[in-house]
């Protein structure tokens, strides 16, 4: 979200300066749009990954937690504690 | 003699009746679509349990904004993304310092070629202070959340010096070259937050 305004205001100084000055051209305009959109892409999509493996790591976690507790439940107190399952 | 062995051919007789009967009853049980369905059924039963046990983060779709009450696991997930982004950040911060610092030192070389040279030198040297000063101060901004909004303004900060650069050239390609060094600054902005 944050990029988002970023960029937004970013593409406003870029195109008051440069239109200011004359030198709006197509060449400038598709080389910032493009690279600005392309951009923002890829912040999108690595944002979305990393909560998505964060949330993946999330369940792992509690299923790890859930079997090591079984294994210590049924597992005498010595063999507990000489093999670690904490 | 020939009794026992009559009583042996029917006993063999009898029990290959039995592992024919066996073996029918397990080609029945082989997994049908229906049986499978049913069990990938039960495993995602079974990962829907685990998700709404856990609270897992569920984003906005499109502006990917963290709700509001799961704001302990959103500001978790941030310290748990910013752990591992820490190296990259420091990294392209400090090219992005040594590529502007060199460009100023280009820009003192070629001074006759800006209209108001002394003004984009000064303000290139603030941003370049503010953009240290980030590179220090990054933990401590970070442990009283303001890490975001004023790396977001700084680099907004830069754009404009870069814009303004472009604005008083009067070499007359210059601002082919301020494009680059806006989309560099973008870079990293955005990949730094």
């Known amino acids: ?86 | 003699m020939f009794q026992n062995i009559k009583d042996v051919l029917n006993f063999k007789e009898k029990l290959e009746e039995e592992i024919n009967k066996a073996n029918a009853r397990n080609s029945v049980g082989t997994p049908s679509s229906s049986f499978i369905k049913t069990m990938k059924e039960d495993a995602e039963e079974e990962y829907a349990d685990d998700e709404d046990d856990v609270t897992l983060l569920k984003p906005h779709k499109l502006w990917l904004t963290l709700p509001t009450h799961a704001r302990h696991k959103a500001s978790e997930f941030e310290s748990d993304l910013l752990v591992k982004k820490k190296l990259f950040q420091k990294l392209s911060m400090f090219g992005l310092f040594v590529l502007y610092l060199l460009q100023t030192v280009f820009m003192l070389v070629i001074e006759e070629e800006f209209e108001n040279s002394v003004v984009l030198i000064v303000l290139r040297i603030v941003f370049l202070g503010l953009l240290a000063c980030l590179g220090f101060l990054y933990k401590l901004l970070s442990k009283k959340g303001m890490r975001k909004p004023i790396s977001c303004a700084i680099f907004i900060y830069g754009y404009l010096v870069t814009l303004l650069q472009a604005y008083w050239t009067v070499y007359p390609t210059f601002h082919r070259i301020q494009l680059i060094e806006l989309m560099l600054l973008y870079l990293v902005g955005t990949h730094s937050m």
């Open chain 1, 1 to 86: 979200m944050l990029s988002f305004i970023e960029s937004l205001i970013m593409s406003g100084i870029f195109f008051v300066t440069y239109g200011l000055k004359g030198i709006l051209d197509i060449q400038n305009v598709f080389f910032f749009v493009l690279f600005t959109l392309a951009n923002l892409l890829h912040v999108f999509l690595y944002f979305r990954m990393n909560i998505k493996f964060y949330n993946s790591l999330q369940v792992r976690e509690k299923r790890r937690l859930e079997q090591s507790g079984l294994v210590s439940q049924l597992l005498p107190v010595h063999v507990n504690s000489l093999l670690c399952f904490c």
